[in-house]
């Protein structure tokens, strides 16, 4: 049964995100608020495919939509860079340059007001992304990043990346660390989606005014230490 609803959700949500790039094509000619609600809509329409197959999802903690914050938030899965940008109303996502090459889409994440990285830039491509994160901070802009840099297996080790501090310093936001465990039921590198729930948690946010040694300690302390309950609980069910 689970490669059967793979292969239904797979099909629907690959022809579905293909003919809305297409159809909705020359919002891409305005003002990027057009651009965003493009992606929140996709975020939706990936939600309803996923509770299709059973897949739900339960979202706790403050959201801060109506405040200006930066998200550090646990990477498992593409579920969050998908569905985020509706349940966060579309903040600028801090993704790999790669991205930019896809057909349309990438346009899109373009038009959105992305912050792209070269990871393989070293040092100039945290200049530029603490300039873009600056620009974008001026314009009231809410901003989401994934501090490991990558998708993380539930469970693996990873180490949380400098990046993360560079917009935290760069910005003066608030940090809002955020767990979630999208990775046991749609595994990274994997087309097969598991039936289950997904579990969003919204923590306490870091204010500004940290040096890098403590920002850094505090932000993974947060997160993993509600990634052993989360993991856990779903291993368990």
């Known amino acids: 049964m689970v490669y059967l609803k793979s292969l239904v959700f797979n099909s629907l949500f690959y022809v579905g995100t293909g003919i809305l790039v297409i159809v909705m094509g020359p919002v891409l000619l305005f003002p990027s608020r ?3 609600a ?7 329409m990936t939600y309803l495919l996923l509770s299709m197959i059973g897949i739900t999802q339960t979202v706790s903690g403050d959201r801060h939509l109506s405040r200006q914050v930066l998200y550090a938030v646990k ?4 579920w969050e860079t998908i569905i985020l940008s509706w349940l966060l109303a579309a903040p600028a996502f801090v ?14 994440f373009l038009k959105t ?7 393989s830039a070293g040092m ?24 490991q840099g990558t998708r993380v ?4 080790d990873q180490p949380y990346e400098i990046g993360v501090f560079s917009l935290y310093q760069a910005t003066g936001l ?19 989606k598991y039936p289950g729930r997904v579990t969003v948690e919204f923590l306490d946010p870091i204010e500004p005014g940290l040096d890098r040694k403590r920002f850094m300690a505090k932000l993974k302390q947060r997160i993993e230490d509600r990634m052993l309950v989360l993991d856990a609980i779903s291993i368990n069910k």
């Open 113 to 119: 007001g992305c912050i792209p990285v070269d990871r």
């Open 75 to 78: 990477h498992q899965s593409a």
């Open 153 to 156: 297996a539930p469970g693996a």
């Open 38 to 44: 493009v992606a929140r809509f996709w975020g939706y």
């Open 95 to 108: 993704l790999k340059h790669e991205l930019l090459r896809l057909p349309i889409i990438g346009w899109f």
């Open 34 to 36: 057009y651009a965003r």
């Open 174 to 192: 608030p940090v809002v660390p955020v767990a979630l465990n999208s990775g046991h039921v749609w595994p990274r590198n994997s087309w097969l």
């Open 124 to 147: 100039r491509a945290l200049r530029e992304m603490r300039a873009a994160g600056q620009d974008l901070a001026k314009k009231h802009r809410s901003m989401l990043i994934f501090p």
